[in-house]
């Protein structure tokens, strides 16, 4: 109920000053682009500036949230009355017989309407019963947030999973905010949903913008919803879809301030890419193709003042992100001597290879649109796409795997699993002839603004795609930030858009209502058949959720190990005892850690800094593996002390046994001993019973789980402190 007062609090008060700031008309009335997009900011802006004032002073708590929540309401409520109560209406009616003249000139997207509708339907009911299942979320995008929470701030925190350090943060505040109340993750999908509702919006009012039938507008929606990717996001904690949504708002906004001559639009345009920027780091790879394309429509409307615009919106944008993105970037420069983050983090994503890896990785990146999620027909054609790349890798006499930090295997993708899925057959069969055919057309027909316009949408994807090829080393999960500037280039759909009936628009009508009818309820580990059977079979939806969570894959009744790890907690543990757990950097840790609300008080601690911890006030001690990986050092490469040796082999060794021992990965997945000069990426510690019986801990428990799936697999040792028995 709490959470609820307080999303009322946020959404009234961001509703006031939507109204407010907006352009107005001749009746002062919001016009009606602005309202719901400020709506949108303005409450995201709000919950990540009350999270970080609360942070400051270590304050993050319920009462204090709905304090600030108190305040900003009194200053929206004061603001609207004083400037004469202007009300934002939304003309549904008007917007529901538009869509539906379009929809009736039309069959196929009347079909396809029905499709929507269908996903849309089925995205919802997940949203609301799916509980956060996907291994990132657990170890890293909602994890991060329990951590906050329970400290009450926002600051660095020890963990061995250096992602939930040095990351943008901004997506998590707003999972902080809900589990602050809940104390659970409930509703937490409908982030990336709302994300959603922001691409169509804008990419909507985008070719309204420049005068598309409605036709084509439903079109590019309906194209762009069936893409595999987005439908698997929009259920999901991923943030790439909420991004998008962000920065085509922005881009959205821009438009429409060079159409109203607005600073204050301009103002809400630089709000939006701060939030990105301060959401996700591909937000900040997007910015040169994104800003090209402001620059470029600003000079198309204003010619020689172009820069005015421009200047304004980088101005607003420095401020916004100082206000509302900062806060982590601060910390890591604070922690690590670097914006960025951590060596090693900065090492595991960054480019290397030179000229020829940048050419190689835009080559992978086109070749990552040919995916055939939902559909095996990559099984007969798949071997002659991934052949068609090689031999251009060997025309060109690239290396294979130049530039690769995470590889592909040379697979084409038919599966449904979330952090490798791609755009789907629509991505190379409609989305990719579009990006080309407006870079070509605008050439052709100079004298279209539809047709400009959209070949800058174009052009801005192949930017975009050459700035990730330059920025990143490739990896296959890269697949995800693919989805995002595909999402940016949207806009350009509207050109395939096919007004007579023939076989080819038979044939994408076949593939959009296949995505919307077959693949949305089939989604791995979402599959609503088997959801529904766990839950008519299961006592409570709570218990289901549970058992959902907990499952290797939709199916299993068994649980995942840190699903019993928390469980032997609860039910052999007494509530209040101090834990400590030394864990690993690929550990589900939100599970265990969110047992702080129920009396206990579970403490992460790093494996390489064993041998220097009081270990005397602790009841218990749990390690989550036999080998324990970590990618937070203590300490960087050059100052980093090994006294390992190692094999003809490779291998890492110590010439006497010992209780407790750690090794030191690098990026290429070497040891080191002598004359290192590549930079560490992991330490890996071994911590034997002996170790702990020297400080007066007995073994009480082992858990040994063994799984086909190489990341459920875990030997776990729990200790109890004798002096406490």
């Known amino acids: ?122 995205v919802i009911l997940l949203d609301l019963f799916l509980p956060v299942n996907g291994a990132d979320a657990l170890t890293y995008h909602l994890n991060r947030a329990s951590y906050w929470m329970f400290q009450g701030n926002l600051n660095h925190f020890t963990i061995s999973d250096d992602r939930n350090l040095v990351m943008p943060i901004n997506s998590e505040i707003l ?61 999901s904690l991923e943030t790439d879809v909420l991004i998008a949504g962000i920065i085509l708002a922005s881009i959205t906004l821009f438009l429409y301030a060079l159409k109203d001559k607005s600073h204050s639009v301009i103002y809400f345009s630089s709000l939006a890419y701060a939030l990105a920027i301060g959401t996700k780091s591909p ?19 204003l010619k020689k003042e172009c820069y005015k615009p421009l200047v304004s919106f980088l101005a607003f944008l420095f401020i916004n992100f100082m206000i509302f993105s900062s806060y982590n970037y601060i910390l890591n420069f604070i922690d690590y001597g670097s914006f960025l983050g951590s060596e090693s983090a900065r090492a595991v994503h960054g480019f290397m290879g030179g000229y020829k890896a940048f050419i190689a990785n835009y080559i992978r990146y086109i070749f990552m649109m040919f995916d055939f999620s939902g559909f095996k027909y990559s099984e007969y054609v798949g071997e002659h796409i991934i052949n068609a790349k090689l031999a251009i890798f060997s025309f060109l006499h690239i290396p294979e795997d130049l530039g690769v930090s995470m590889p592909d295997n040379n697979i084409i993708n038919n599966r449904f699993l979330n952090v490798k899925v791609g755009t789907g057959i629509l991505g190379f069969l409609v989305l990719l002839p579009a990006v080309v055919t407006s870079a070509i057309l605008g050439f052709i027909r100079k004298n279209s603004k539809k047709i400009t316009a959209m070949q800058a949408f174009g052009i801005m994807f192949f930017i975009n795609v050459a700035a990730m090829s330059g920025v990143l080393a490739y990896m296959v999960f890269s697949i995800r930030f693919l989805t995002f500037l595909v999402l940016l280039s949207c806009p350009v759909l509207a050109l395939s858009y096919i007004r007579k009936t023939n076989i080819i628009k038979l044939l994408l009508l076949f593939f959009v209502m296949s995505y919307f009818l077959i693949m949305s309820v089939n989604l791995s580990g979402r599959q609503h058949g088997e959801i529904a059977k766990l839950i008519l079979k299961t006592p409570t939806l709570n218990d289901a959720r549970e058992t959902l969570r907990c499952a290797l894959y939709t199916g299993y009744e068994g649980k995942r190990p840190f699903c019993h790890i928390k469980d032997y907690i609860k039910t052999d543990i007494p509530k209040g005892s101090k834990i400590g757990i030394f864990g690993d950097a690929s550990d589900a840790s939100y599970l265990t850690n969110m047992l702080n609300a129920k009396g206990y008080k579970i403490i992460t601690l790093l494996p390489e800094k064993a041998p220097t911890y009081n270990l005397s006030d602790f009841d218990y001690l749990i390690t989550t593996n036999k080998i324990l990986t970590s990618t937070v050092l203590l300490t960087d490469t050059k100052n980093t002390e090994i006294k390992y040796l190692i094999d ?36 890996r510690c071994f911590i034997d019973d002996p170790f702990f019986e020297k400080r007066n801990f007995v073994l009480i428990k082992a858990f040994d789980f063994v799984s086909e799936m190489r990341e459920y697999t875990r030997y776990v040792s729990v200790y109890k402190n004798k002096k406490k028995s």
């Not at 659970?184 to 919006?201: E, H, K, P, S, T």
């Open 648 to 683: 003809k082999s490779g291998r890492a060794y110590y010439p006497k046994y010992r209780p407790f021992s750690c090794v030191y990965e690098d990026v290429d997945k070497e040891f080191h001993y002598k004359d290192r000069n590549s930079i560490i990426m992991d330490s």
């Open 283 to 301: 937000a900040v790879i997007a910015f040169p193709g994104v800003f090209l394309l402001l620059a470029y429509f600003s000079y198309k409307d």
């Open 175 to 235: 999972y902080l905010w809900n589990i602050l109340f809940f104390k659970n993750d409930i509703g937490l999908y409908f982030i990336a949903f709302i994300g959603y509702i922001g691409v169509i919006f804008s990419i909507y009012n985008i070719l309204q913008y420049f005068g598309f039938s409605e036709r084509r507008k439903l079109w590019a929606i309906f194209i762009l919803s069936s893409f595999a990717s987005v439908m698997a996001q929009v259920s």
């Open 1 to 122: 109920m709490m959470f609820f007062i307080s999303l009322l609090m946020v959404f009234i008060s961001s509703y006031f000053m939507a109204c407010v700031f907006s352009p107005k008309d001749e009746n002062n009335n919001p016009k009606s682009v602005y309202p719901f997009l400020y709506l949108l900011l303005i409450m995201f802006a709000q919950v990540v500036l009350t999270m970080e004032i609360l942070s400051l002073f270590s304050s993050i708590k319920e009462t204090n949230v709905l304090i600030m929540n108190s305040l900003f309401l009194i200053a929206g409520s004061l603001l609207w009355f004083k400037n004469k109560k202007p009300l934002y209406i939304p003309k549904i009616k008007e917007t529901f017989t538009q869509i539906l003249k379009g929809l009736k000139r039309d069959k196929i997207l009347m079909i396809m309407a029905f499709g929507f509708v269908f996903f849309i339907i089925t």
